[in-house]
């Protein structure tokens, strides 16, 4: 953990934010929204199977999935090409160079869930409006830097067992 430097009280800082992020207060913060925030550490997630609430009760297998695929979880700005053509080649740390234009803000896919949920644009017709503005960003970053090339493939590996 970092905490600023001009910070008034840096242990206290730090003490708190270690407070908050580790053991059962770190559980119980991530449950608040269970399977939505999922925890970062290990020792943390491997707590999340015996977790009682009512919605662990009704949804905890699909928590559980969600909680066993976090080391493997990216971010599509971070990991380009993990998967291609259907093929999950590992989490790689790979920077999309046309992320700015994607998902700096607003984001498109963003935007997209909004159409859909607050202004009730069907979900097909904005998927494929949101696809061709992401396709039409990309194409135009690569026509303006058309000497840039992707890093070759890694070997794929083996999806997690949920």
């Known amino acids: ?82 998967v291609t053509d259907n093929v999950y080649y590992g989490r790689l740390s790979n920077l999309c160079p046309w992320a700015q234009r994607l998902w700096g803000g607003p984001p498109i896919d963003g935007t997209m869930f909004q159409q859909i949920l607050i202004e009730g644009k069907a979900p097909d017709a904005a998927w494929t409006e949101a696809a061709e503005k992401m396709r039409a960003e990309s194409d135009a970053w690569k026509a303006e830097n058309p000497d840039w090339a992707p890093l070759p493939a890694p070997e794929p590996v083996a999806t997690p067992a949920a």
Do not use: C
């Open 1 to 82: 953990m970092v905490v600023y430097a001009k910070t008034a009280h840096p242990e206290e800082t730090l003490a708190f934010l270690e407070f908050m992020t580790t053991g059962e207060r770190s559980l119980d913060f991530a449950m608040t929204v269970p399977g939505h925030l999922l925890p970062p550490l290990e020792s943390v997630r491997a707590l999340v199977p015996t977790y009682q609430s009512d919605f662990m009760s009704k949804y905890g297998d699909w928590v559980i999935t969600l909680n066993n695929l976090v080391p493997n979880a990216f971010s599509p700005a971070l990991s380009m090409g993990a």
